[in-house]
């Protein structure tokens, strides 16, 4: 490998870290080409780490131990990509001291947790914890946005505000 070659690959990988650290979201897509889902994560020792599949917690479709995935950053204050990159999925079992590792990263980030301490337990029990580790290059951020359909969920948008509504607002602030 030239030196030229081994300097890119330390910034695709400074790169990476730096972004996926910052950021509070990746996008990932699975090797079986389901729609990329903003996925929130914590950069551990060398990889994103992701914990899901289980009640109340993220989904992680299409993401198979061993298999590959496409990862996506922002940036976190302008919300536009920074790098994709290809990420080997590794599944972390349960017990093993990187499980371990992994788990208090994210438990420090998980926010609204329905049982609080609790929760590792949980993810034991009824989760994966994924490492998405990095495989060397970043890909070129691709032309157009990308914009896709949003995922089918059982979640509603509100129904519209009630008309007598911004009266009684603006009603409430010449009060004060």
């Keep these: 490998?030239?030196?030229?070659?081994?300097?890119?690959?330390?910034?695709?990988?400074?790169?990476?870290?730096?972004?996926?650290?910052?950021?509070?979201?990746?996008?990932?897509?699975?090797?079986?080409?389901?729609?990329?889902?903003?996925?929130?994560?914590?950069w551990h020792?060398?990889?994103?780490?992701?914990?899901?599949?289980?009640?109340g917690e993220q989904p992680l479709p299409g993401l198979v131990d061993g298999g590959r995935a496409e990862v996506t950053v922002r940036s976190?204050?302008?919300?536009?990509?920074?790098?994709?990159?290809t990420?080997?999925?590794?599944e972390l079992a349960h017990g093993t001291e990187a499980w371990e590792a992994a788990v208090a990263d994210l438990?420090?980030?998980?926010?609204?947790?329905p049982d609080g301490e609790a929760m590792t337990g949980r993810w034991a029990r009824e989760c994966r914890v994924l490492r998405l580790e990095p495989t060397g290059a970043t890909s070129p951020l691709p032309e157009g946005s990308l914009?896709?359909?949003?995922?089918?969920?059982?979640?509603?948008?509100?129904e519209p505000a009630p008309a007598g509504l911004p009266k009684l607002l603006l009603r409430r602030?010449?009060?004060?």
Aim: charged share 30%; aromatic share 4%; glycine share 12%.
């Design 1 to 42: 490998m030239t030196s030229e070659l081994r300097g890119q690959a330390l910034v695709d990988r400074t790169l990476v870290e730096e972004a996926a650290k910052k950021s509070g979201l990746v996008w990932v897509r699975g090797a079986d080409g389901t729609a990329a889902r903003a996925l929130w994560h914590v």
């Design 45 to 55: 020792e060398g990889a994103v780490c992701l914990v899901g599949d289980g009640p």
């Design 76 to 85: 976190k204050d302008k919300g536009g990509r920074l790098v994709t990159w």
């Design 87 to 90: 990420a080997k999925v590794v």
């Design 107 to 113: 438990k420090g980030k998980r926010l609204n947790a």
């Design 147 to 158: 914009a896709a359909r949003p995922v089918p969920s059982p979640a509603t948008t509100r």
């Design 173 to 176: 602030r010449k009060r004060t």
